[in-house]
């Protein structure tokens, strides 16, 4: 079973930026779809965006124009870049391995997530 390690959270004021990485342990990484979701407080986990093994991304109408989901096969590494941050973008924010790009199920185990606070 994949391991994921999400990091990069922080603290950052609203209209900033911050980019997210998730380091995944599987030798199965480069044929997988991966995916970001974000747990907010008080909400249950949501999905925000995919990228398949090529590059083909989708998004959240919430994020798309804001968030950058891109991948490195070499370095089994999916990254989040976020711009133009907002206080509702606050949440605990988990990666994870996914069927294809429409289907939003995660299929791993979940890492620890890193917390983003956008607060002024």
């Known amino acids: 079973q994949v391991q994921l390690v999400e990091s990069g959270g922080g603290l950052v004021q609203p209209g900033g930026s911050l980019r997210l990485s998730c380091a995944a342990s599987?030798?199965?990484?480069?044929?997988?779809?991966m995916a970001w979701y974000r747990q907010a407080p008080g909400k249950q986990r949501e999905w925000i965006a995919s990228?398949?093994?090529?590059?083909?991304?989708l998004y959240t109408d919430s994020v798309r124009g804001r968030f950058t989901i891109s991948r490195d096969n070499a370095k089994n590494t999916v990254y989040l870049q976020m711009s133009s941050l907002k206080p509702e973008d606050t949440a605990v924010y988990y990666c994870?391995?996914?069927?294809?790009?429409?289907?939003?199920?995660?299929?791993?185990?979940w890492g620890q997530g890193t917390q983003v606070t956008v607060s002024p």
């Open positions: 994870n391995v996914v069927n294809s790009l429409i289907n939003k199920r995660a299929i791993g185990d």
């Open positions: 599987a030798l199965s990484f480069d044929i997988n779809a």
């Open positions: 990228v398949t093994s090529d590059g083909i991304t």
